[in-house]
């Protein structure tokens, strides 16, 4: 008997039959340390921005009129920049730190030992009456904030978490 109808040959093009998609990737829950670390990032952050706005808005020797007047104003727009870069870096940074990325870290880490050296001369222009105690509490404040948030960040839970979530 002749069969003119054989089931058709699977062909080497044809799409596979199973289901393809994207992998999800596994979310790794982020350690009460951590969190309190982000936590303090934003702190820290704020009291940033308002140590800055009040350095801005304290009035200084320059006089209104003149040269000197025009030299502060360009002085304040240079600065006015500056604290903007800086603010979407301390942005970025704790954004990135925030979901775990190490390198966020590692730079957050080296830039608070890069401010370290700051720290006498801060309480030296408090004592030399160059700045009022009350920037001299804030800035110390705000060292000491960091600290503590770096000390959160090197935690053995915290490094466990970089390092899973660097694995996922």
Same mark, same amino acid.
């Given at each position: +008997?002749?069969? &003119?109808?054989?089931?058709?040959?699977?062909?080497?093009?044809?799409?596979? /039959?199973?289901?393809?998609? &994207?992998?999800?990737?596994?979310?790794? +829950? #982020?350690?009460?340390?951590?969190?309190?670390?982000?936590? @303090?990032?934003?702190?820290?952050?704020?009291?940033?921005?308002?140590?800055?706005?009040?350095?801005?808005?304290?009035? %200084?020797? +320059? !006089?209104?009129?003149?040269?000197?007047? &025009?030299? #502060?104003?360009? %002085?304040?727009?240079?600065?006015? *920049?500056? %604290?903007?870069?800086?603010?979407?870096?301390?942005?970025?940074?704790?954004?990135?730190?925030? #979901?775990?990325?190490?390198?966020?870290?590692? *730079?957050?880490?080296?830039?608070?030992?890069?401010?370290?050296?700051?720290?006498?001369?801060?309480?030296?222009?408090?004592?030399?009456? *160059?700045?009022?105690?009350?920037?001299?509490?804030?800035?110390? *404040?705000?060292?000491?904030?960091?600290?503590?948030? @770096?000390?959160?960040?090197? %935690?053995? !839970?915290?490094?466990?978490?970089?390092?899973?979530? /660097?694995?996922?």
């Amino acid at each position: +008997m002749n069969n &003119d109808y054989a089931p058709p040959q699977a062909s080497p093009y044809a799409p596979p /039959k199973a289901a393809v998609a &994207d992998t999800q990737a596994a979310h790794v +829950m #982020r350690p009460p340390k951590a969190t309190r670390a982000v936590r @303090c990032l934003w702190v820290g952050l704020g009291l940033s921005v308002a140590i800055t706005l009040w350095m801005f808005g304290k009035p %200084t020797g +320059m !006089e209104n009129v003149g040269p000197a007047h &025009d030299m #502060r104003a360009a %002085t304040n727009a240079v600065l006015a *920049v500056l %604290t903007a870069v800086f603010l979407a870096l301390a942005v970025l940074l704790n954004v990135k730190i925030a #979901r775990g990325r190490g390198w966020a870290r590692v *730079v957050y880490l080296l830039l608070n030992l890069l401010w370290l050296p700051a720290l006498p001369m801060i309480l030296f222009s408090v004592v030399a009456g *160059v700045a009022s105690v009350w920037e001299g509490l804030a800035n110390l *404040v705000s060292f000491a904030l960091s600290a503590y948030t @770096c000390y959160l960040l090197l %935690t053995r !839970e915290s490094n466990e978490w970089f390092a899973a979530v /660097k694995a996922a």
